[in-house]
């Protein structure tokens, strides 16, 4: 048998220390109001929207429509416009093109105190059938009449970019509220054409068979940029920017069915978690220490490493492995892999202790113990890893790997895109894995080391009689 050295102990336990350690801290540079992430810790995991608080949406097209592939993925590419002017970046859209369905997540902005998630939603889904039209006819329902009905200059296809801006329009002027347009060139031309025609009179501008905004036509616009003003507030301008920026969609969205939940209520829940958490990693190291002693000992330790290295995989501590959202479930995943780390230590102790018990050696004992529950360990971890594929593949992201590889499995029913089991099965499986690297190869390269020191050459340290 092939001795391990003294220090071993030590260099296995410092690189535990440091990683675990550079998991939950990280390192950060901060320079005045400027902070740069060199390492990301736990203060840096994203959170989903059922600790941060938030929004779930499925949107489809009306019933009896049969969207294309194209328009499915031009409805995607409005609404993540749309998202991006509602200043919401973090979000997640997952289009189902088998039930024609699109399922959009989004949190809570930091900070934010009013926000209307129907409202969100409605804006979301809005058809956005936008048209530039003559005038601003319109009869007793509000619908176009007349010239406005009859003559469309322009459609949302022609729109380039439409911004809030705020600022004086002229050197004496008062600073305003302003919408800006710019137009492509296909709707150049028949702009200028229109302005050069309605100059005095005014351009209404239609979302469906709703006007939100008829501007007059002051100057003869050549160069495809224009500029709305009027009675605006810095809301008012940016909503309606916001509304002609998003361009035409394919279709009207129905909302399907949608769920919110308060920011106070996903942290109180959050805190839980990582209470029950901590308490769960105290206990189960009492009991294997005070059961297992030496072994025990080895075990919390190469928990803690575990622990560390599934927090790495989710902050993105590896460049090899991106940043993953972490949802309640997710959390639940990693306590439950804690589980199955313990599992793998009580095993290996066990049988430890037996070989103790029938007269090996120390050094024979731990050699044969980490070698007879190699296979009842590695038999069941891949068991919870095949399951933790299955419900990533089931319930994530349609273009995620695990996604692909299973489409033959489920394509009959198409991806649930249930992002809270997602992160319970990635968090689950990176648990599971670093129990490989903790639970078995690092604590048996530890209890080989220790033993070669004296004081811990003493069979009842292994669970064998004093």
């Known amino acids: 048998m092939r001795k391990v050295g003294k220090p071993v102990f030590f260099v296995v336990v410092l690189l535990i220390a440091v990683i675990t350690t550079l998991s939950f801290v990280g390192i950060h540079r901060q320079y005045g109001d400027i902070t740069t992430t060199y390492i990301k810790g736990a203060g840096d995991v994203r959170w989903g929207i059922d600790i941060r608080g938030g929004v779930d949406v499925t949107f489809s097209p009306p019933e009896g429509y049969d969207a294309s592939v194209e328009d499915m993925g031009k409805a995607q590419a409005i609404i993540e416009t749309r998202l991006i002017n509602l200043n919401i970046t973090d979000y997640e859209i997952y289009p189902d093109m088998e039930r024609d369905r699109i399922i959009v997540r989004f949190p809570w902005k930091s900070g934010e105190e009013n926000f209307n998630p129907e409202r969100a939603i409605e804006e979301l889904g809005e058809t956005a059938l936008l048209t530039f039209r003559e005038g601003a006819e319109m009869d007793a329902s509000g619908q176009p009449a007349g010239a406005t009905a009859e003559n469309v200059i322009l459609t949302g296809a ?29 709707g150049k031309q028949a702009f200028a054409d229109a302005t050069a025609r309605l100059k005095g009179s005014q351009i209404s501008i239609w979302m469906d068979e709703e006007i939100i905004s008829a501007p007059t036509v002051n100057a003869h616009i050549t160069d495809g940029q224009a500029i709305i003003e009027g009675q605006f507030t810095a809301a008012s301008a940016a909503e309606l920017a916001r509304k002609i920026q998003g361009g035409a969609l394919p279709f009207k969205l129905t909302t399907e069915n949608y769920s919110t939940i308060s920011p106070s209520l996903g942290e109180g829940a959050k805190n839980a978690m990582v209470l029950a958490g901590i308490i769960a990693y105290i206990a189960v190291c009492a009991y294997m220490i005070w059961q297992y002693r030496l072994p025990g000992v080895v075990a919390a330790i190469g928990l803690a490493g575990q622990v560390g290295l599934t927090i790495a995989a989710i902050t993105g501590f590896f460049g090899f492995v991106p940043s993953f959202t972490l949802t309640l479930p997710g959390i639940a995943g990693i306590i439950l892999s804690i589980g199955f780390g313990v599992d793998a230590n009580v095993i290996t102790a066990e049988r430890i202790k037996e070989e103790i018990r029938i007269g090996k050696t120390i050094d024979g004992a731990i050699l044969a113990g980490f070698n007879r529950a190699f296979t009842a360990i590695f038999d069941g971890n891949i068991t919870v890893i095949i399951v933790s594929i299955i419900l990533m ?24 895109t249930a992002g809270t089991i997602y992160s319970f099965g990635y968090t689950l499986l990176m648990g599971v894995l670093a129990n490989f690297v903790m639970g078995i190869f690092a604590c048996r390269m530890m209890q080989r080391s220790l033993c070669r020191f004296r004081p811990f050459r003493k069979t009842w340290l292994f669970g064998g009689e004093k």
């Open 393 to 416: 593949g089931a319930f994530g992201p349609p273009n995620s790997l695990f996604a692909r590889l299973l489409k033959p499995v489920f394509f009959m029913f198409g991806p649930a």
């Open 158 to 186: 022609d729109v380039e970019s439409a911004q809030y801006a705020y600022g004086a329009l002229s050197d004496n002027g008062a600073p305003k509220h302003f919408v800006t347009l710019s137009f492509k060139e296909s």
